[in-house]
């Protein structure tokens, strides 16, 4: 009976696995089949989707993307965003088929197949999933995916964790679906889109700001199944003077005395159709879609940006190789075969990017993927405004626009830069206006009183964009393609044309002279002077001029920011003069050493004088009548990131907008990189500036000077934050004990001063308290890493800009 019951059992238990399982024959009768790369059925009636799959155990590049965003900056989850490209296969194993991600890092490039075989057994691959098989014949497998489309493949529930703004967000399959107007196929590639909803608990403030409901939050994640490229395409070698980022993997296959690793640029593929003419067409032309969601005149100034490198690619020879065009309202943006320039919003300004799809055996660009935030237009013109104060009675904005607009022409053409293959230059400004791959700072006019920007920004691409191209695109006819690209090179080295890019500047502490963001001008200082006067006269003019009419008076507070901390950027380009260097990305040739030149004793003691006058309350302060001009928020308008935060209630906080200033200035001069570096120099060169005299300059100009009301709050937040500078480098451990020993030696100094400074003032001085409270926090110096770290105060957001 036991045995009986158990056939029934098993009979039933198949019989319930194969209720709603289909044939191909079955499904063609009943659906369309979306013929291409890889076939996609769309089983309404179960509301499934299958897949006919005929390429097992060929390459292809699999890429997921998020056609949908959440709207957060600070998240990161934006519209268009690019997830991993992967080189995948599909392999059938039993009644499965495995999607499999093939390591691309580690290869063989090798025609002795059981070599190959050693290092394919030597690293793992990952099976991304398993796809139930439902019918199968010699040529071709049925697979079921709807389980493979409703997962969270961009790993959303994943970030929210890492950002803290959430826990266990899951796909709940119930309230998720197909997309199936960006869901079919093609010759070369098949996409496929999900409507996902992700449920999960606690959720953050910022999920809280852009969601509805932010326990359920619901985004579109698209899958992209692409062949291979046609073969012919040849990977160009990276140098790196060339501008490039790189595809790289090891070779295990390489002879042992050649590189275990190769490096090649990423570019697009551009052949001529006439290889032999000094102007031809190209065979396939490279072609940028604009986002039909962009509103004019910014669309117009996107189109004109992006168009400037077409002057490029003529100047080596091509004819209408680059275009830039409207998308077909009815194009899906994450398509592979669109190149996409796209308009995002989110809740706050952020970052643009230039992404791409790319082949990761060879660097060939498939598909570049342009985000551009839409809030960075308005931040420009509010700078425009914040500094030329327009408003008379015509309320004429002509003037912020032509700068707003400035700024978009070459933002545009920054990031599809880096969709072509560019990195940052951050060089070039010390040059002229030479690279649109540079982070620039509108260029100001000081006429008398008044502050124009006639020429904010630069106009096309600059000598060093040019070359760039020239190295990734330019087609040699002979077999010596290695020495025309270093003979390009050294034409760019005749000319000044420096490359120096990210590791080398975007960090505070970073120590090449002449590699900054948001900096202009050849010389660092002279240029922070000149803003120091723009910025001085701005204040002077502030006030209803700034305002739209029918704006509440409160609203001054966010645009006195950009005026108020207009030196913020150079002076972090005046900070890399100390403790600085000077190189290239050079290479061997010739037996010439590498050359790495110390900025000089004499413009390091320049750049720390300059540095100090920022840290002056005349500096610092504001007038009483500009003082006056700033009321509480007005009834239901709010603070923002983009606003002071003091300790004044809704009242305007002086002494904290002073402070965030100074503490700007002086975590430059701290920055424990520099002052580890400023070791070493200083004692191969006694003219170079050591710990010990930068802090003997700093408390000669600042700390032991006297002020009398407003002056001398800011003069006493000033000293209370490099006495917290000081400490917060002596508890550190991310300081080196030679700098921690010099900090010591300083603040036991210090010490001794304030208690001489406390027995000499009078006790009705407003200085008393402040030596008294200063020589308590110095009382018991702690050295054995007990010390907690001083929270300071910061600016309120800068980049981007």
């Not at 039909?292 to 005149?297: D, F, N, T």
């Not at 001085?536 to 409160?554: H, I």
């Not at 003091?646 to 430059?668: E, K, M, P, R, Y």
């Not at 934050?721 to 010591?744: A, E, G, R, T």
Request: hydrophobic letters at 35%; proline letters at 5%.
């Amino acid at each position: 009976m036991k045995k009986v019951l158990i056939t029934l059992c098993g009979v039933f238990f198949w019989s319930v696995l194969s209720v709603g399982a289909k044939t191909l024959s079955e499904l063609q009768q009943l659906y369309n089949v979306d013929k291409g790369f890889v076939g996609v059925i769309h089983d309404k009636k179960e509301d499934k989707i299958y897949l006919k799959i005929d390429n097992l155990d060929r390459e292809f590049i699999y890429q997921t993307s998020l056609p949908s965003g959440l709207g957060s900056n600070d998240i990161g989850l934006d519209r268009g965003q690019l997830s991993n490209t992967r080189l995948a296969v599909f392999e059938k194993r039993g009644n499965k088929v495995f999607l499999k991600q093939i390591p691309t890092d580690f290869r063989a490039i090798t025609k002795n197949r059981q070599e190959a075989k050693a290092l394919e057994e030597a690293f793992a691959s990952s099976v991304l999933w398993g796809f139930p098989v439902v019918d199968s014949s010699k040529n071709w497998v049925l697979v079921d995916a709807t389980d493979f489309m409703l997962q969270d493949i961009h790993g959303v529930g994943r970030r929210l964790e890492q950002r803290k703004q959430g826990s266990g967000y899951r796909v709940d399959k119930s309230r998720s679906s197909f997309y199936m107007p960006r869901t079919t196929s093609f010759p070369d590639n098949t996409e496929l889109e999900a409507i996902i909803t992700l449920t999960g608990n606690k959720p953050g403030n910022y999920l809280r700001q852009t969601a509805p409901d932010a326990h359920a939050i619901t985004l579109k994640m698209h899958h992209s199944f692409v062949r291979l490229p046609k073969k012919g395409y040849k990977p160009r070698q990276y140098l790196p003077k060339s501008g490039y980022w790189t595809v790289e993997y090891q070779d295990y296959a390489s002879p042992i005395n050649s590189d275990l690793t190769k490096r090649y640029i990423g570019r697009h593929r551009l052949e001529k159709k006439n290889p032999d003419a000094e102007m031809s067409e190209a065979v396939k032309p490279i072609i940028y879609y604009l986002d039909p969601g962009v509103p004019e005149p910014v669309k117009s100034a996107l189109i004109d940006g992006a168009m400037w490198w077409n002057e490029a690619f003529e100047a080596i020879g091509y004819k209408n190789a680059y275009q830039v065009k409207m998308l077909p309202a009815t194009a899906d943006p994450m398509d592979v075969r669109y190149n996409v320039i796209q308009w995002v919003h989110r809740s706050t300004r952020g970052w643009s990017y230039g992404a791409s799809v790319t082949d990761p055996r060879t660097g060939e660009i498939i598909k570049g993927h342009v985000t551009l935030g839409s809030l960075r237009v308005r931040q420009d013109y509010l700078i425009a405004q914040a500094l030329m104060a327009p408003f008379t009675q015509n309320e004429d904005d002509k003037a912020l626009m032509d700068l707003a607009l400035a700024r978009i022409r070459q933002l545009s053409a920054h990031e599809v830069g880096h969709t072509l293959g560019l990195n940052h230059n951050f060089a070039a400004s010390t040059y002229g206006r030479e690279s649109v791959m540079d982070y620039p700072h509108p260029q100001f006019q000081l006429q008398g009183n008044k502050i124009s920007a006639p020429n904010a920004y630069g106009v096309g691409l600059g000598k060093w964009d040019m070359a760039a191209i020239a190295y990734g695109y330019q087609e040699f006819k002979d077999d010596k393609e290695g020495a025309w690209l270093k003979q390009l090179i050294a034409q760019n080295d005749s000319k000044g044309l420096l490359y120096i890019s990210d590791p080398d500047a975007r960090s505070p502490g970073s120590p090449h002279a002449k590699a900054s963001l948001w900096d202009n001008g050849r010389d660092a200082v002279i240029e922070f002077e000149a803003m120091k006067k723009i910025r001085e006269v701005a204040l002077k003019n502030f006030g209803s001029r700034n305002l739209k009419r029918d704006r509440p008076w409160s609203d001054l507070e966010e645009l006195l920011v950009p005026v108020y901390y207009f030196h913020r950027y150079q002076i972090a380009a005046v900070a890399k003069w100390l403790g600085g260097l000077e190189y290239e990305y050079s290479i061997k040739r010739n037996s010439q050493p590498a050359k790495v030149r110390v900025v000089s004793g004499e413009k390091q003691a320049q750049a720390l004088k300059s540095m100090l006058s920022s840290l002056e309350p005349q500096f610092l302060k504001l007038s009483p009548e500009l003082s006056s001009k700033l009321p509480p928020k007005a009834a239901e308008y709010y603070r923002s990131r983009e606003s002071i935060h003091g300790n004044t209630g809704v009242a305007f906080d002086q002494l904290a907008l002073a402070s965030a200033s100074a503490q700007h200035t002086l975590g430059l001069i701290f920055n424990p990189q520099r002052l580890a570096r400023l070791i070493e120099q200083s004692a191969n060169d006694p003219t170079i500036p050591s710990i010990d005299s930068i802090a003997t300059d700093i408390h000669q100009a600042i700390i032991e000077q006297n002020y009398d009301g407003i002056e001398a709050s800011i003069h006493q937040s000033v000293v209370d934050l490099i006495y917290s500078n000081y400490l917060n480098l002596l508890h550190s451990d991310k300081v080196s004990q030679q700098v921690k020993m010099q900090i010591l030696g300083v603040l036991m100094k210090e010490k001794d001063y304030l208690l001489r400074k406390l027995t000499a003032v009078r006790k009705t001085s407003s200085y008393y308290g402040f030596y008294a409270y200063q020589s308590k926090r110095l009382e018991n110096l702690s050295v054995d890493g007990t010390g907690k770290l001083i929270v300071l105060p910061k600016m309120p957001p800068g980049s981007p800009i």
